[in-house]
């Protein structure tokens, strides 16, 4: 058997190690000139009152909630962000909450681009819930006083427990188990991105899940998961109010603090849903 010297075996991995460094970041850079470009643009559409022939008009409240996803998911990311600047901000009284109905939000990772989109699926099925799928989203209605001196309350990300399917005593379906975990602060607040919005109140408003009060100090990864953030605007659907009470879908674009902030961002959506109680 062939045994080949180290120091060439370590000039591949540096090699193959660096192209990949460049190949993520070109990708990024693509990505955060994509955002800042259509922020633009917007911006002076905004500036100029023009609110006709936008490059991408898409009326979801044609939509129903049950193909929102299905919607969602055929778009490509440059639409995806197009869309989301046109999305209002909910209310926080309008969130649907996990523990005033048993309502959680079943989350959806969207395009990203050819390379950043199996970045973000590694990052959130594999890294982000330590090896277990991210399922989802759910918020806790105790509202407190934030450090922005705004309600807010806390959430929690929902991940896959195990693999064993379960029989809900109410219904035919299956339910995979589930924990929750990665706790974060959400509340509204001001976004760098622009919106279009009937309600001056609600311009370049977005919800938002803030990740760096809920974690320890004490653990290397804080550094971090302490970084995330992520906005969330409504995309209405002709059923909201039947489906959840309040917003059922929410277009969500996630992005680290450290890694080119909002302008390198990556889209998901998030949709309600009765759950059963969770562990």
């Known amino acids: 058997m062939m045994i080949l010297p180290l120091q060439p075996i370590a000039t591949i991995a540096s090699i193959a190690a660096g192209a990949i460094t460049v190949i993520l970041s070109g990708a990024s850079i693509s990505n955060m000139y994509e955002t800042y470009a259509l922020t633009q643009r917007h911006h002076r559409q905004l500036k100029l009152q023009i609110t006709s022939s936008p490059e991408i008009d898409i009326d979801t409240t044609c939509w129903k909630v049950d193909e929102a996803v299905k919607r969602l998911t055929s778009m490509k990311r440059k639409e995806l962000k197009q869309l ?17 109905g048993d309502w959680v939000y079943d989350g959806y990772l969207l395009d990203n681009g050819p390379i950043l ?3 973000s699926g590694f990052i959130t099925n594999r890294l982000f819930g330590k090896g277990k799928p991210w399922l989802g989203k759910a918020y806790m209605k105790e509202l407190s006083s934030s450090s922005s001196n705004t309600l807010s309350g806390i959430g929690r990300n929902r991940f896959e427990l195990s693999n064993n399917l379960l029989q809900t005593p109410t219904t035919a379906k299956t339910t995979k188990e ?101 562990k």
């Open 117 to 119: 989109t199996s970045v």
């Open 178 to 278: 589930e924990s929750l975990d990665r706790p974060f602060e959400f509340y509204i607040g001001s976004s760098t991105l622009p919106t279009t919005s009937s309600s001056s109140s609600a311009a370049n408003k977005s919800l938002f899940n803030n990740y760096d009060s809920q974690c320890s100090s004490t653990f290397p990864m804080s550094l971090i998961w302490g970084g995330m953030v992520d906005e969330l605007r409504v995309v209405k659907c002709n059923d909201d109010k039947a489906k959840s009470g309040g917003k059922a879908v929410l277009l969500g674009m996630g992005y680290f603090t450290w890694s080119g902030g909002v302008w390198n961002i990556a889209p998901f959506c998030l949709v309600a849903r009765r759950c059963s109680k969770m």
């Open 84 to 100: 989301f600047l046109q999305c209002e901000p909910p209310e926080l009284s309008d969130v649907a909450y996990s523990d005033d």
